[in-house]
């Protein structure tokens, strides 16, 4: 099943730099992605609900190539906590998440982020 989330996600330096300038708005971002990114998520899949554990696969796109890739896929913290609160994924452990990928790409017109979830047919 594939998601994609429009535009850019906030990378971790965004995210140290709220969390530097007053942990509240470090924490309100986080909340506010979450909320967003489960309200798409559902828009796209209304009924999407892993009960398995899963691998996904991440296409980060973005305009550029300023950030670095490890500030980029910081995101994915965002993605997961937001699945698990839309009840997409039943938890975003270990025993829910055997595995992820991280693939790169520029689009100076279309930045997004592509999240691909397999669901695995037997426990690791």
């Not at 996600?9 to 942990?23: D, V």
């Not at 991440?58 to 913290?77: G, M, P, Q, S, T």
């Not at 790169?104 to 592509?114: A, C, I, L, M």
Request: no cysteine; aromatic share 8%; net charge positive.
């Amino acid at each position: 099943m594939k998601f994609v989330i429009l535009g850019t996600l906030p990378g971790l330096n965004e995210y140290i730099s709220a969390e530097r300038s007053n942990r509240h708005s470090a924490a309100k971002m986080k909340k506010q992605m979450e909320y967003a990114i489960g309200m798409i998520a559902r828009s796209q899949h209304r009924k999407a609900h892993f009960k398995r554990p899963v691998v996904m696969r991440y296409l980060w796109v973005e305009k550029d190539r300023r950030r670095d890739l490890d500030n980029v896929a910081f995101a994915k913290k965002f993605i997961q906590d937001a699945f698990v609160h839309a009840g997409i994924l039943e938890g975003d452990g270990q025993r829910h998440i055997v595995g992820f990928t991280d693939s790169f790409s520029v689009d100076h017109k279309n930045p997004r982020v592509e999240i691909e979830i397999e669901e695995i047919s037997h426990d690791l």
